[in-house]
């Protein structure tokens, strides 16, 4: 039964945001285990997937997480082991990873609260005293949701002297409108700040524009009916804006690029090339330059391909002089419970080799270790 109540587990996710049916579904839930025939819980398993996908078809984005929820969980025995891993002589670094790479967010904070209970103190301060260097960054950065986390690495992005433009493209361009709208919330509750002010003032231009209507989360929720009329006006006026004119319409392009759905812009950047002699990609190379053109890029190859856009950042960043070790971390710890499988597979359709294998060539140590447990097994 533990099959069904992790896929139970998951469906809850998808329609939680439907009060009546979270209702609904958790009073079968709850009587589901008296049932006493697999027949009729396979039954109510399709019956379930059948609602989240006819009454909800739009509340989340698929998911290929490769850290899911560990069957027969135990928080006061990962609690355990915990609290003597770091009372060890040295420290037991690799229990430590076993444990929080293959529990999920939900989990670890479960196994924090064991963990209080027992040793009366806080784990994450125990595992900063406990850890360091990149393995710790890795720990910690596990013990923040997802949101959490992202909103964290954009408020380290943009405070103190200086911007890291790059961190702040990245997260702000391959976020969904729901991951975008649980970051604003969360970075207020964290920060005591608006998103959307901080970006403001530390960004400029039609650069900052561009992460401001990010920001604001306008973009319409994708459709089962498919506008054509909608898509060429759209990869018409993206031309006119842009490839056409001398200088660049770049309001245009922002409205259009935060504002549309995914799905339609896919098909928009299709009918673009039927107006234009080059792609999206090669008339934003052409037309726009700095933090803007790296803004829209990231943009474009995300609603192209998002798996492949952090694909291509992961083998850059292992591969460049001097491991770029914050953005592999980022991508793996913010992606773990997200895409991360589906970005492994389009990491070894296009590099040939498994992402797990390019880990251990160019990492070592509980770092390594840490990573390629987030990873999983090759598939």
Same mark, same amino acid.
């Given at each position: 039964?533990?099959?069904?109540?992790?896929?139970?587990?998951?469906?809850?996710?998808?329609?939680?945001?439907?009060?009546?049916?979270?209702?609904?579904?958790?009073?079968?839930?709850?009587?589901?285990?008296?049932?006493?025939?697999?027949?009729?819980?396979?039954?109510?398993?399709?019956?379930?997937?059948?609602?989240?996908?006819?009454?909800?078809?739009?509340?989340?984005?698929?998911?290929?997480?490769?850290?899911?929820?560990?069957?027969?969980?135990?928080?006061?025995?990962?609690?355990?082991?915990?609290?003597?891993?770091?009372?060890?002589?040295?420290?037991?670094?690799?229990?430590?990873?076993?444990?929080?790479?293959?529990?999920?967010?939900?989990?670890?904070?479960?196994?924090?609260?064991?963990?209080?209970?027992?040793?009366?103190?806080?784990?994450?301060?125990?595992?900063?005293?406990?850890? &360091?260097?990149?393995?710790?960054?890795?720990?910690?950065?596990?013990? *923040? %949701?997802?949101?959490? #986390? @992202?909103?964290? /690495?954009?408020?380290?992005?943009?405070?103190?002297?200086?911007?890291?433009?790059?961190?702040?493209?990245?997260?702000?361009?391959?976020?969904?409108?729901?991951?975008?709208?649980?970051?604003?919330?969360?970075?207020?509750?964290?920060?005591?700040?608006?998103?959307?002010?901080?970006?403001?003032?530390?960004?400029?231009?039609?650069?900052?524009?561009?992460?401001?209507?990010?920001?604001?989360?306008?973009?319409?929720?994708?459709?089962?009916?498919?506008?054509?009329?909608?898509?060429?006006?759209?990869?018409?006026?993206?031309?006119?804006?842009?490839?056409?004119?001398?200088?660049?319409?770049?309001?245009?392009?922002?409205?259009?690029?935060?504002?549309? &759905?995914?799905?339609?812009?896919?098909?928009?950047?299709?009918?673009? *090339? %039927?107006?234009?002699? #080059? @792609?999206?990609? /090669?008339?934003?190379?052409?037309?726009?330059?700095?933090?803007?053109?790296?803004?829209?890029?990231?943009?474009?190859?995300?609603?192209?391909?998002?798996?492949?856009?952090?694909?291509?950042?992961?083998?850059?960043?292992?591969?460049?002089?001097?491991?770029?070790?914050?953005?592999?971390?980022?991508?793996?710890?913010?992606?773990?419970?997200?895409?991360?499988?589906?970005?492994?597979?389009?990491?070894?359709?296009?590099?040939?080799?498994?992402?797990?294998?390019?880990?251990?060539?160019?990492?070592?140590?509980?770092?390594?270790?840490?990573?390629?447990?987030?990873?999983?097994?090759?598939?």
């Amino acid at each position: 039964m533990s099959m069904v109540s992790e896929f139970l587990g998951q469906l809850s996710l998808n329609i939680g945001v439907m009060p009546t049916w979270r209702f609904l579904f958790l009073k079968i839930y709850s009587r589901l285990f008296a049932l006493d025939t697999l027949h009729t819980v396979c039954s109510i398993m399709l019956l379930f997937l059948s609602l989240t996908l006819t009454l909800n078809p739009q509340a989340h984005e698929p998911t290929f997480p490769t850290v899911v929820p560990a069957v027969d969980f135990d928080p006061d025995r990962d609690a355990a082991r915990i609290e003597t891993a770091i009372k060890t002589k040295g420290v037991d670094e690799q229990t430590i990873i076993d444990v929080l790479t293959k529990r999920t967010y939900s989990q670890r904070r479960d196994i924090a609260f064991a963990y209080e209970r027992r040793a009366k103190k806080d784990m994450i301060s125990a595992l900063k005293g406990a850890l &360091s260097g990149s393995v710790e960054t890795v720990i910690l950065g596990l013990m *923040k %949701s997802t949101a959490q #986390y @992202d909103a964290s /690495e954009i408020r380290g992005s943009i405070k103190g002297l200086g911007t890291d433009e790059e961190t702040l493209i990245e997260i702000l361009c391959s976020r969904s409108n729901d991951e975008l709208v649980e970051i604003k919330k969360v970075y207020k509750e964290l920060f005591k700040k608006e998103l959307d002010k901080d970006v403001a003032g530390d960004t400029s231009g039609n650069f900052a524009k561009l992460l401001l209507a990010l920001v604001q989360t306008k973009r319409a929720e994708p459709s089962s009916i498919v506008d054509y009329e909608k898509i060429d006006e759209d990869a018409r006026a993206l031309y006119d804006a842009g490839v056409k004119i001398r200088g660049t319409d770049v309001p245009t392009w922002i409205s259009i690029m935060s504002e549309r &759905s995914v799905p339609h812009l896919q098909k928009v950047f299709q009918r673009y *090339k %039927s107006y234009s002699p #080059y @792609d999206m990609q /090669e008339s934003i190379q052409k037309e726009v330059k700095g933090d803007l053109q790296r803004s829209f890029l990231v943009l474009v190859q995300c609603f192209e391909n998002k798996q492949l856009y952090f694909a291509n950042r992961l083998n850059e960043a292992m591969k460049s002089k001097g491991a770029k070790e914050k953005i592999v971390t980022r991508i793996i710890v913010s992606r773990c419970e997200v895409d991360l499988k589906k970005i492994c597979s389009e990491f070894k359709t296009n590099y040939g080799q498994s992402l797990q294998k390019t880990i251990l060539e160019h990492t070592k140590g509980d770092y390594q270790k840490a990573l390629l447990g987030l990873c999983g097994p090759e598939q």
